[in-house]
C-alpha cells in the first residue's frame, strides 16, 4: 500500500472564498486521484490528477471551478474556488498502486465546512 | 450510465453471524472490483479485491464474483461489533483506466 497524508485535515471557510488542499504520497505513484463525499453520500470521482499534464475531470466538475496541480510523482493539489456552502464535504485524494491488479488507496480526507 | 448498486440497509447481524453484503454493476467491460469498509468520519479503507470469476477469501472475508451476472458480494464470517460500518463497493472501468465508480455503501450494524 502507500502512506498519504492530506492537509488541512479539516477546514471551516467562508463563501466566495478558496481552499487549496495538499495530498503527499511515501512513494512514486502514476495515477492520483480527487473524490468528494458529500453529507451522507457516497464518492463522486471529481478528477484524474496526471503528472507534467492537466487534470482529466469528470462530468460535472469543471477546472475553473477545481483547479489541480501534480507537480510530481508524489504530491497533488486541489483548490476549491469561489466556495458555497453547497461545496461542504470531504474530499479525498487517492492513489492507485499495483498490486498484480491495480488498486487506489485513501488518504484521510479533507473535513470542508462553508458557511 | 454506468452504475454501481447495493442496498444502502441498514444491515443489521447478531454477533457471530455471517453478514452478506451484495453489488450490481451495469459496466459489462468492468475488469477489477473492491470493496471499502468506512467508518464513521474516516476514509474508505481497502478490505478486498477481486477480479475473477469464483470467490477470494482473506481471513474473515470472502468476495464473490459473478461477471454473466453482473454480481458482487461480500460475506463475513463471525460478524463482530467491530464490522460496525458502512461498505462501499467499487467498480474499475473496463474503459477508463483507473476510474472506480463506487456504489452508494451498505450501512452494517453487528450487534451484541
Known amino acids: 500500500s502507500a502512506v498519504i497524508s492530506q492537509k488541512p485535515s479539516r477546514d471551516i471557510c467562508q463563501r466566495g472564498t478558496s481552499l487549496t488542499i495538499q495530498c503527499q504520497v511515501d512513494s512514486q505513484v502514476t495515477m492520483m486521484f480527487w473524490y468528494r463525499q458529500q453529507p451522507g453520500q457516497s464518492l463522486t470521482l471529481i478528477a484524474t490528477a496526471n503528472q507534467g499534464s492537466e487534470a482529466t475531470y469528470e462530468s460535472g466538475f469543471v477546472i475553473d471551478k477545481f483547479p489541480i496541480s501534480r507537480p510530481n510523482l508524489t504530491f497533488s493539489t486541489l483548490t476549491v474556488s469561489n466556495m458555497s456552502p453547497e461545496d461542504s464535504s470531504i474530499y479525498l485524494c487517492?492513489?492507485?498502486?499495483?498490486?498484480?491488479?491495480?488498486?487506489?488507496?485513501f488518504g484521510p480526507g479533507t473535513r470542508l465546512l462553508v458557511l | 450510465q454506468k452504475e454501481v448498486e447495493q442496498n444502502s440497509g441498514p444491515l443489521s447481524v447478531p454477533e457471530g453471524a455471517i453478514a452478506s453484503l451484495n453489488c450490481t454493476y451495469s459496466d459489462r467491460g468492468s475488469q477489477s472490483f473492491f470493496w471499502y469498509r468506512q467508518y464513521s468520519g474516516k476514509s474508505p479503507e481497502l478490505i478486498m479485491s477481486?477480479?475473477?470469476?469464483g470467490d477470494k477469501e482473506d481471513g474473515r472475508f470472502t468476495a464473490q464474483l459473478n461477471k454473466a451476472s453482473q454480481y458482487v458480494s461480500l460475506l463475513i464470517r463471525d460478524s463482530q461489533p467491530s464490522d460496525s460500518a458502512t461498505y462501499l463497493c467499487?467498480?474499475?472501468?473496463?474503459?477508463?483506466?483507473?476510474?472506480?465508480?463506487f456504489g452508494q455503501g451498505t450501512i452494517l450494524t453487528v450487534h451484541p
Open positions: 477481486i477480479y475473477s470469476n
Open positions: 487517492s492513489v492507485e498502486v499495483s498490486l498484480g491488479i491495480e488498486t487506489q488507496y
Open positions: 467499487a467498480v474499475g472501468a473496463g474503459t477508463s483506466y483507473g476510474k472506480l465508480t
